[in-house]
T-cell receptor, first 110, second 116 residues
Framework: EDQVTQSPEALRLQEGESSSLNCSYT??????LFWYRQDPGKGPEFLFT???AGEEKEKERLKATLTKKESFLHITAPKPEDSATYLC???????????FGAGTTVTVRA | DARVTQTPRHKVTEMGQEVTMRCQPI?????VFWYRQTMMQGLELLAY????????DSGMPKDRFSAEMPDATLATLKIQPSEPRDSAVYFC??????????????FGPGTRLLVL
């Protein structure tokens, strides 16, 4: 069974204080690892897809990296608007299914 | 800006009542997913369809839940009878119809259900 574990559960940062979120996973043949952002009262919003170990993707202050067992989401010099819950999900090969982690709730204080 | 839409956004009902949630996928998307999100369990896949045919509904309690896709622009999730433990946010997501398994799922805003 596919499993995704995210840590920490919650992260409180000062504006400008860079940090990383971890997503460790076990899956039967990785099709893709997905990062989503979710704001309170809204649906998950797609950020990145990573397909193979060593791959990296960036968007504004966010950078996602992937190894064979885990992924990191690095937040560089965060701003209050980066406050959200960040969800990691994996999809096994030849299937559309996503298995989600519990998420990391990030709070950035001005 | 194409988006997945869901109705109703909020629903309060009493135990035993039927609940119907609707989803309109992004035009041209042929794969539709239903998820449930709770504080305890997080996001769980309930069922999904491709080209309106059910592919997997193993995550769904079959005795009370049913999911259908009457046409390419509408997916429905019904609960009958509803129970307090069904209280959750229900999300619909859709995927483009390119056929590539690498496609991203795009989520709707969710239906927040409270069963009293």
């Amino acid at each position: 069974e596919d499993q995704v574990t995210q840590s920490p559960e919650a992260l409180r940062l000062q504006e400008g204080e860079s940090s990383s979120l971890n997503c460790s996973y076990t899956v039967s043949g990785l099709r893709g690892l997905f990062w989503y952002r979710q704001d309170p009262g809204k649906g998950p919003e797609f950020l990145f897809t990573l397909y193979s170990a060593g791959e990296e993707k960036e968007k504004e202050r966010l950078k996602a990296t992937l190894t064979k067992k885990e992924s990191f989401l690095h937040i560089t010099a965060p701003k209050p608007e980066d406050s959200a819950t960040y969800l990691c999900a994996v999809s096994p090969s030849n299937d559309y299914k996503l298995s989600f982690g519990a998420g990391t709730t990030v709070t950035v204080r001005a | 800006d194409a988006r997945v839409t869901q109705t109703p956004r909020h629903k309060v009902t009493e135990m035993g009542q039927e609940v119907t949630m609707r989803c309109q996928p992004i035009l041209g998307h042929n794969t539709v997913f239903w998820y449930r999100q709770t504080m305890m369990q997080g996001l769980e896949l309930l069922a999904y369809f491709r080209n309106r045919a059910p592919l997997d509904d193993s995550g769904m309690p079959k005795d009370r839940f049913s999911a259908e896709m009457p046409d390419a622009t509408l997916a429905t999730l019904k609960i009958q009878p509803s129970e307090p433990r069904d209280s959750a946010v229900y999300f619909c997501a859709s995927v483009p119809s390119t056929g590539a398994t690498s496609e991203t799922q795009y989520f709707g805003p969710g239906t927040r259900l409270l069963v009293l």
